[in-house]
Each structure stands twice: as structure tokens, then as C-alpha cells.
């Protein structure tokens, strides 16, 4: 099971060049889908059948999104591969908090756009995601 940061970012880099060996990660980041984390911790297990766990990766050709395993914290199987030029009109609403920050994403095919919600842990991350993929920065 993957527990340091370092371990899982490796784990998507092989991921990603079993895909596309010609490709290389530039930022990866572990992210929780669906409404506020709060909440769906207080459901307990009912809360855990509404959201879906993901990494996001920034590479330099495009934004990959893996599913995550529960509890492996491994990459699974590959969800999006987005193009760069169109991933950078993908990503609204960014919030940087304390604890659980969040941006939406829309997901192609998806009617509306996702929210992703990011854990401290992955703070550092998501502010050099969202920079480097829009060219805004993040207020805090």
C-alpha cells in the first residue's frame, strides 16, 4: 500500500508511461470527487458510495486522470487523457483552503463540471496544477 506522497507520484509516472512512454509528468495529485469531504465523512460508509477517488496528472502533453484505488492508493485504470489546449479551459472555480481544498473540472462527456476536493497533504500540488495548466494563480 502506498502511503508517502513520493510512492503514489511514482506509481502514476510508471502509469503513465505504459501509455505514452514519450510523455513525462510535470505536477500529480490525489483527489476526492463529490461533495464536501465533511459531509461524506459523517455518512460513513453511505458517503463513501457517492464519491470516486482519482489522480490527477499534469504531463507535459497533456491532463491525465487515473482512477485511485480505496485503499492501495495506487493508480487504476485510466480514466481522461486530455489534451493540454483543451484542459486549460477545463478547470473553474478553484478554492484553496486550509484542510479541503477544491476546483471543478469538467470531465468529457460529463454534463456538468466535477468537483475535485484535495487534502492538505496535496496543497503544494494543486498550487502548481492550476498555475501551470491556466497560467492564473491560485488566491488563498
Known amino acids: 500500500m502506498a502511503i508517502r506522497k513520493s510512492t503514489m507520484q511514482e506509481q502514476v509516472a510508471q502509469a503513465i508511461?505504459?501509455?505514452n512512454p514519450s510523455?513525462?509528468?510535470v505536477v500529480t495529485f490525489h483527489t476526492i470527487s463529490g461533495p464536501s469531504p465533511?459531509?461524506?465523512n459523517e455518512l460513513g460508509l453511505i458517503g463513501q458510495l457517492f464519491v470516486k477517488y482519482y489522480f490527477v496528472t499534469l504531463t507535459e502533453q497533456a491532463v491525465v486522470v487515473h482512477r485511485a484505488g480505496r485503499l492501495a492508493?495506487?493508480?487504476k485504470?485510466?480514466?481522461h487523457a486530455i489534451p493540454l489546449e483543451q484542459a486549460r479551459t477545463l478547470?473553474?472555480?478553484v478554492k484553496r483552503a486550509t484542510?479541503?481544498?477544491s476546483l471543478r473540472f469538467q470531465f468529457p462527456g460529463e454534463e456538468k463540471p466535477t468537483r475535485l476536493n484535495i487534502g492538505r497533504y496535496w496543497r503544494a500540488e494543486l498550487d502548481q496544477f492550476v498555475p501551470a495548466l491556466t497560467g492564473q494563480q491560485?488566491?488563498?
Open 99 to 101: 484542510i479541503w481544498s
Open 17 to 19: 508511461a505504459e501509455i
Open 38 to 40: 465533511w459531509i461524506m
Open 23 to 25: 510523455d513525462r509528468p
Open 138 to 140: 491560485i488566491a488563498a
Open 73 to 75: 492508493n495506487r493508480p
Open 77 to 79: 485504470e485510466l480514466v
Open 91 to 93: 478547470v473553474t472555480q
